[in-house]
């Protein structure tokens, strides 16, 4: 048979026309390579080899391909990009989402009988031959983009080994044998455009850029289906040799010369006319290049303190069985899964807690003020925020943590144990009684100071070598208090006293139990080893975090509802596959009622009522003034000599916590001047959170709760209501 007649038999995909190609191309394929490096004597077992080999049976990675792809992190709309993560930048598309000109360009730049061949093309292996023989090298060798999908897709596959991966592109009669035999059978299987299309989203585009949608990205800033002509020329142009030819790393004249083929060979196919071509030869060279955001520290200008958030969500991902065995594994899907992740960072609320950071302290300040907002009842963390650039650019000398830093300040971990938060923890302390049978009416005479069983530090607040902590105002805090008023003015002694009544390892479960973790050593050993005897942890000795501390008043706020912290709303693989980690996981931890009864005694310190009128005094009444009048609650916490300056507050919307403290240095002492500037950049947050949402009251608790109040409530002239009001509602609450 003529070779002609051979060429005109195999247009016509059959079994033999399918062997006369395996056979006719693997000699060619091998001549191809063997004119410039083989000994001749190896192309008649090659050609033995092609002849007798049968189809092999594709790789899993052929038919399923296990491409990397970049992660995507958005916002809680789904919209504002956070940040992507990649080892390599790639994102898959479908053939729809690309201009039919991009489509075009590569099939004529690189095989422009495509769409006639089955995989392997015999004349353009001739062409080839005849090319490196009169030019006495390897220049061309024949490969259609059937071929280059292969070798594209072997050498990238992720579930080979290295020298698997480098055999894939070996200058050898073996690896082109296996090409050809992969590509027929691939014809066999997909259609041509899906072969153009994953073909399209897996070539290296030079700079960087793996696949279509990534290119154009990175060259021209807009997606793949806004190519113009000769955009798309260029691009075609470049994956002949992506590095030499790149108009940003490379040859910015080779490339338009590469254009200028392009827009020639597409011309020849049909494609566009020769006028189209030569208007789009005659484009200059319009780029407009994107840096492609990876990791957490390349988050956009501007908004580099969400890094903090986004470092947050990362440690938690790789916590997560779902995608991964190890932590190395998970790793390494976000950075090569292509997930969409819609995370719970909530953009408006982020931005007012980033000014409200900023503005109690600037970047420059060693002191911080890291707040952390989280919603009751699902644990969605809605804000991460911090006076700090979260970089990883050099400080000046001396500057440990700032201005720039990536140690997780918000939420704890590394080298991060947290921060003392005061009499926040007075909390766990109210909690612990209410659940052993007490009531809000629980009264004790408070002293100023208050002899315990607990052995005296080397503080100065020792009596006869026993543990005597004092109050910070006496004339203010010292009398007869029940837990409405000694949780209001923030009295030592009563919650020491309470403690004491209800054992100090009742209080440090019920912080565990609300999700305080105990990150410093000496903490972690006095819990577990020594609870019982912790006189001073209801003062709140522990360090702590603001990320910590809101998610345990949410859980109040939730009438007792502990929702694990999540930074996510869902997680989507590239097929469309919602993986199960977005739902909150929640649990009962408390008797609602208990809840309800704690709530009751927090709105005595922003200044509100509670709903049995108890409340006569408050450390944070602005709060009242900013929320205009919204139910609210919280507590604030000065440290041992106001080291640090917390404020915690929540509605049934959200629960926002603030804590102002040196990060590197504990014995820089914040001051007590900062507390009004702490509570004011709270309340403010939560403003913002609950803007536009409806008002929500709080439940009242039972009377089995309320117990019974031995006298009429003092008053105090900065709470909102009358004296007459609070009168008339304690009687009316005497039933």
């Known amino acids: 048979m003529a070779f002609a007649a051979i060429l005109v038999t195999m247009a016509t995909p059959t079994p033999l026309s399918r062997l006369l190609t395996v056979l006719l191309t693997g000699v060619l394929a091998g001549l191809v390579l063997a004119v410039a490096a083989l000994p001749g004597n190896l192309l008649l077992g090659f050609a033995a080899q092609a002849a007798l080999g049968n189809y092999a049976a594709l790789p899993d990675a052929l038919r399923t391909p296990a491409t990397p792809q970049r992660s995507y992190l958005y916002a809680n709309d789904g919209k504002t990009l956070i940040t992507t993560f990649y080892d390599v930048n790639r994102t898959d598309v479908e053939l729809a989402e690309i201009a039919p000109v991009m489509r075009q360009a590569i099939v004529a ?75 027929n059978a691939l014809e066999q299987q997909l259609s041509k455009d899906e072969i153009l299309n994953r073909y399209l989203n897996i070539a290296y585009f030079g700079s960087g850029a793996y696949g279509i949608a990534a290119a154009s990205q990175r060259y021209f800033s807009k997606a793949p289906a806004a190519l113009t002509l000769a955009e798309a020329a260029l691009l075609a142009g470049l994956v002949q040799a992506p590095e030499a030819y790149s108009p940003i790393d490379g040859d910015a004249d080779a490339a338009l010369a590469r254009r200028a083929y392009v827009l020639d060979s597409m011309v020849a196919t049909g494609a566009v006319t020769a006028e189209q071509a030569a208007q789009a030869n005659a484009e200059k060279l319009a780029l407009r290049p994107s840096e492609q955001a990876n990791g957490c520290a390349a988050t956009a200008s501007g908004r580099d303190g969400w890094g903090f958030f986004c470092d947050y969500l990362r440690r938690w991902w790789v916590d997560q069985p779902a995608f991964g065995d190890t932590v190395a594994e998970r790793e390494q899907a976000l950075r090569r899964g292509g997930y969409t992740v819609v995370t719970t960072l909530d953009p408006k609320l982020q931005k007012t807690a980033q000014q409200q950071a900023t503005g109690v302290y600037g970047y420059d300040n060693p002191r911080a003020l890291p707040i952390a907002a989280v919603e009751p009842g699902t644990g969605r963390v809605l804000a991460m925020a911090v006076n700090r650039h979260y970089s990883l650019d050099a400080n000046p000398d001396g500057q440990g943590n700032y201005p720039n830093t990536v140690n997780p300040l918000i939420s ?27 009531t809000l009416s629980t009264g004790f005479d408070a002293p100023s100071r208050l002899p315990t069983r607990y052995a005296a530090g080397s503080d100065d607040s020792a009596c006869n070598g026993q543990w005597c902590p004092a109050n910070a105002n006496p004339q203010w805090m010292d009398g007869y208090r029940m837990m409405w008023d000694g949780f209001g003015r923030s009295v030592n002694t009563y919650f020491v006293w309470l403690a004491e009544q209800v054992g100090q390892d009742k209080v440090v479960e019920m912080a565990q139990r609300l999700g305080i973790t105990f990150r410093a050593e000496a903490d972690a050993n006095f819990a577990e080893n020594n609870a019982a005897n912790w006189g001073a942890f209801t003062l709140g000795v522990a360090a702590t975090t603001p990320l910590d501390l809101a998610n345990a008043y949410a859980t109040v706020a939730a009438e007792g509802t502990y929702c694990a912290p999540l930074p996510v709303v869902s997680v989507t693989a590239p097929d469309g596959q919602r993986l199960p980690v977005g739902d909150p996981s929640c649990r009962q931890v408390l008797d609602p009622d208990v809840a309800r009864a704690a709530t009751d005694a927090a709105r005595c310190p922003v200044g509100q009522q509670s709903a049995f009128g108890q409340c006569n005094g408050g450390t944070a009444t602005a709060v009242n003034r900013i929320l205009d009048g919204r139910p609210a609650a919280g507590k604030t916490g000065s440290s041992e000599n106001a080291a640090t300056e917390t404020f915690v507050g929540f509605t049934p919307q959200v629960a926002v916590a603030g804590i102002a403290a040196n990060p590197d240095d504990p014995t820089d002492l914040v001051g007590s001047a900062v507390q009004a500037r702490v509570i004011d950049a709270v309340a403010r947050i939560i403003a913002t959170a609950v803007d536009g949402q409806p008002e929500q009251a709080f439940t009242a608790p039972s009377r089995e709760l309320v117990g019974t109040p031995r006298r009429p409530v003092e008053r105090d002239p900065r709470t909102t209501d009358s004296p007459l009001s609070d009168l008339r509602r304690w009687f009316q609450n005497r039933g």
């Open 412 to 438: 704890g971990g590394g080298s991060v144990a947290g921060y003392q938060a005061g009499s926040t923890f007075k909390l766990f302390t109210m909690l612990a009684a209410l659940e052993s049978g007490r």
């Open 109 to 183: 730049a690189e095989d422009r009988r495509f769409y006639d061949h089955g995989g392997v093309d015999l004349r353009g292996m001739l062409r080839a031959l005849v090319t490196n023989v009169s030019e006495g090298g390897t220049e061309q060798g024949g490969s259609t983009l059937t071929m280059q999908y292969v070798r594209n897709v072997l050498k990238t596959d992720p579930n080979r080994t290295a020298e698997e991966r480098d055999a894939a592109t070996a200058q050898t009669v073996g690896r082109k044998v296996q090409e050809i035999r992969y590509a």
